[in-house]
């Protein structure tokens, strides 16, 4: 699939490192190894290069992402760590573990990578290029695997160009990736670390050195991360196509308008930047103590569906 950027591919080396490292902290994408898979990296404290990793996966609903960092510290300042973080990050860290833990008072990552949730999740990754990346941007990278959404993830710099030719700026190519399957999600903001998705670390090392973990299919509600009950609900009941405001209701519109609006996803009508501002008006709005928030139309097409999506699940009252 084609779009409108070059997509430069980027030895891994110094002069690559750099290119690399500029170009996300211009807010651009750009795909790198990791031992799992490849990422699609932005910068995680950027709102429009996070929002356009999901626009650039083609990703129908906000699923929320991995923060790249380089060092325990880092995911000790972003989030409310633990006694049970700790002990995995000495074990395991680098590696091909991710944990999901509450987000930092004041943390500087993007809401949208959290999708709304008030919880982070963080790896620090075993490969040396995907951490030199991280030190040289000096930033956290959010980052999927730098697939189109649905398909297959890559494990070679060859694999990302089939996808993401012309929508990435730039790919650093590593070689294939040692493990080749997405690190293995835990949970740690409930009581028992709950299992979210089996991958690179297997969960009998998890549990020799934790003890019991639970699995997701123990409980019922955790689907699929990101789904309905692990995500962002505003307490303000929302009210969707709104063409006028009720009294009481704030407003928050998208594009240009003749209405008042309380605040605006998108003066320009564009996606993109309605996308990054989604989760923090929400919040913001819900706060405010209004009876209701009236929601201008958005179109259906590119991350219009996305964003859609998610107020369709913040509006409905399961
Ligand atoms: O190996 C990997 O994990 C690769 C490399 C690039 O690091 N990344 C990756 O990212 O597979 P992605 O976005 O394809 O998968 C992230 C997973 C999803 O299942 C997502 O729902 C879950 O992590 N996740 C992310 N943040 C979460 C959160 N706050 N709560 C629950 N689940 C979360
Ligand atoms: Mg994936």
């Known amino acids: 699939m084609a779009g409108d950027v070059k997509t430069r591919r980027l030895p891994p080396d110094e002069t690559g490192l750099e290119t690399a490292a500029n170009l996300l902290r211009d807010g651009a994408l750009v795909a790198f190894p990791t031992e799992t898979v490849y990422g699609l990296g932005?910068?995680?404290?950027?709102?429009?290069?996070?929002?356009?990793?999901?626009?650039?996966?083609?990703?129908?609903?906000f699923n929320p992402l991995i923060v790249h960092v380089g060092?325990?510290?880092?995911?000790?300042?972003?989030?409310?760590?633990?006694?049970?973080?700790?002990?995995?990050?000495?074990?395991?860290?680098?590696?091909?573990?991710?944990?999901?833990?509450?987000?930092?008072?004041?943390?500087?990552?993007?809401?949208?990578?959290?999708?709304?949730?008030?919880?982070?999740?963080?790896?620090?990754?075993?490969?040396?290029?995907?951490?030199?990346?991280?030190?040289?941007?000096?930033?956290?990278?959010?980052a999927p695997s730098a697939n189109l959404s649905g398909r297959l993830s890559p494990t070679s710099a060859d694999h990302v160009l089939e996808h993401l030719d012309g929508l990435a700026a730039g790919v650093i190519d590593g070689g294939l990736c040692s493990i080749g399957v997405e690190s293995t999600v835990l949970d740690l903001t409930t009581d028992q670390p709950v299992l979210l998705r089996p991958g690179g670390m297997p969960l009998e090392a998890l549990s020799e050195l934790i003890g019991d973990i639970g699995l997701t299919g123990d409980n019922a509600k955790i689907k699929s991360p990101g789904m309905l009950a692990r995500h962002y609900a505003p307490s303000t009941p929302i009210r969707l196509n709104a063409t006028h405001v009720n009294t009481g209701e704030a407003l928050l519109g998208f594009g240009a308008t003749e209405l008042e609006c309380t605040d605006n996803l998108s003066q320009t009508g564009d996606l993109i930047e309605a996308a990054a501002n989604l989760f923090a008006m929400l919040h913001e709005l819900d706060r405010a103590g209004h009876q209701g928030i009236a929601v201008m139309p958005i179109p259906e097409s590119g991350l219009g569906s996305a964003i859609n999506d998610r107020l369709r699940r913040a509006s409905s009252s399961d």
């Open 42 to 61: 932005g910068d995680a404290t950027n709102d429009l290069a996070v929002a356009k990793i999901f626009e650039t996966k083609g990703r129908p609903h």
């Open 71 to 142: 060092s325990t510290e880092e995911a000790q300042r972003l989030s409310r760590w633990s006694d049970v973080a700790e002990e995995l990050a000495r074990s395991f860290w680098p590696g091909a573990l991710t944990l999901i833990l509450p987000r930092s008072n004041n943390c500087p990552v993007s809401k949208l990578a959290s999708a709304g949730l008030e919880t982070l999740a963080l790896r620090v990754p075993g490969h040396d290029l995907a951490r030199t990346l991280i030190s040289r941007a000096d930033c956290p990278i959010a």
